[in-house]
């Protein structure tokens, strides 16, 4: 039976070929799986917001350009190599209506900073599921490298 890896808000969790990664309660925040399948190594980061603005930056695994950056670091510290690798990423939904709310749409503003990091990195972004309003639970499995995004009322979505 496959180990399971849960990782929590602002975490980041990395598996070489065995194991599931799971991260739940994606609303706004975003699930990021990297995968270089010629040695099988994957990680799931789950960033909250977009940019690392953080006076002495704590947890850089929080922020999708910081969080991207750290986790690829430390895949490529164990072999990895971003010129194999692939992304997949879920969430990123707008869950709350917020009116006259200087900050906007949360979930709009990850999508958008993923997206340029991993362009910005040299990452492919293989698939997706962001958007919507739904909360979503991203499972990704090592050794298949394949992802499965879980919502409530929608079927299970394979990535």
């Known amino acids: ?7 929590g808000i602002a975490d980041m969790k990395m598996t070489q070929r065995e194991g599931i990664l799971i991260t739940y309660a994606l609303g706004s925040c975003i699930g ?4 270089d399948p010629a040695i099988k190594l994957a990680a799931l980061v789950h ?5 690392n603005m953080e006076a002495g930056r704590k ?13 690829l670091r430390q895949m490529e510290a164990k072999g990895g190599r971003r010129s194999r690798m692939v992304a997949k990423i879920a969430g990123g939904a707008k869950m709350f209506e917020v009116n006259g709310g200087t900050l906007g749409n949360i979930g709009q503003r990850n999508i958008e900073s993923v997206h340029m990091v991993l362009k910005r990195e040299g990452i492919k972004l293989a698939k997706e599921d962001v958007g919507g309003t739904v909360a979503r639970t991203l499972l990704f499995d090592a050794a298949t490298g394949q992802g499965c995004v879980r919502s409530y009322g929608r079927p299970e979505l394979v990535i």
């Open 47 to 51: 960033i909250m917001l977009p940019l």
């Open 59 to 71: 947890n850089p695994l929080k922020y999708a350009d910081t969080g991207i950056r750290e986790t």
């Open 1 to 7: 039976m496959d180990k399971k890896l849960t990782i």
């Open 32 to 35: 990021i799986c990297l995968y």
